[in-house]
């Protein structure tokens, strides 16, 4: 069955440090991958997506890369601030653009 | 903005009772989702919609069944209330055109 991993459940880090996160996949080709960030006690914000033939894509501050070979997407936090303490989730999606698989979560906590 | 609001942030019944969540959007999306949260477990789907009166089992239908009778509005219900259903609902809405799901606030249901 489909699997999607984040590898971390959690992550801290100092300000002002590039945090990165990784999602992984399995028994699975999405057309498109996406991060949300989510808030205690909040429904999740969508932040990038990125589509499987593409390497890279970057808004302000952040960065992601997909890798459909390695069945990876790393998510890059730079210049990290105490405001991006989050939990950030992982989405695959089809190309019928259906439903999303979420993975659980990777909550950054970002210490000044 | 794109806003989609649930009923209730928070909301407690008995088991045994009959429950509605109720999610509007307002920006004329044709997809809408509910998704239930625990902790551990991530964001699961319940059900969703692709156009009024139209909808689709997701991942874990059993117990819930949903109504979309105009374009704006997805209602989950729960026909009887049972304990394994205290969880974080969330609802989102899709434009067709796009991937990216907005989310309501969530809904906190606790049945006891």
């Known amino acids: 069955s489909q699997k999607i991993e984040q590898n971390s459940e959690a992550l801290n880090i100092q300000e002002g440090k590039t945090a990165t996160l990784t999602c992984n996949y399995t028994n699975y080709s999405p057309a498109y991958l996406q991060w949300y960030r989510q808030d205690p006690g909040r429904g999740p914000v969508f932040l990038l997506l990125?589509?499987?033939?593409?390497k890279e894509k970057r808004k302000e501050r952040l960065k992601v890369t997909f890798d459909t070979t390695l069945k990876q997407s790393l998510f890059h936090i730079t210049a990290s601030q105490p405001a991006d303490s989050a939990t950030y989730l992982c989405a695959l999606g089809d190309q019928a653009g259906t439903a999303l698989i979420f993975g659980k979560g990777t909550t950054l906590s970002v210490s000044s | 903005d794109v806003k989609v609001t649930q009923s209730s942030r928070y909301l407690v019944k008995r088991t045994g009772e009959k429950v509605f969540l109720e999610c509007v959007q307002d920006m004329d999306h044709e997809n809408m989702f509910w998704y239930r949260q625990d902790p551990g477990l991530g964001l699961r789907l319940i059900y969703f919609?692709?156009?009024?009166?139209?909808?689709e089992k997701g991942d874990i239908p059993e117990g819930y069944s949903v109504s979309r009778e105009k374009k704006e509005r997805f209602s989950l219900i729960l026909e009887s209330a049972s304990t394994n259903q205290t969880s974080m609902y969330l609802c989102?809405?899709?434009?067709?055109?796009?991937?990216?799901?907005?989310f309501g606030p969530g809904t906190r249901l606790t049945v006891t």
């Open positions: 990125i589509r499987e033939n593409e």
């Open positions: 919609s692709y156009d009024v009166k139209m909808k």
């Open positions: 989102a809405s899709r434009p067709g055109q796009s991937y990216e799901q907005y």
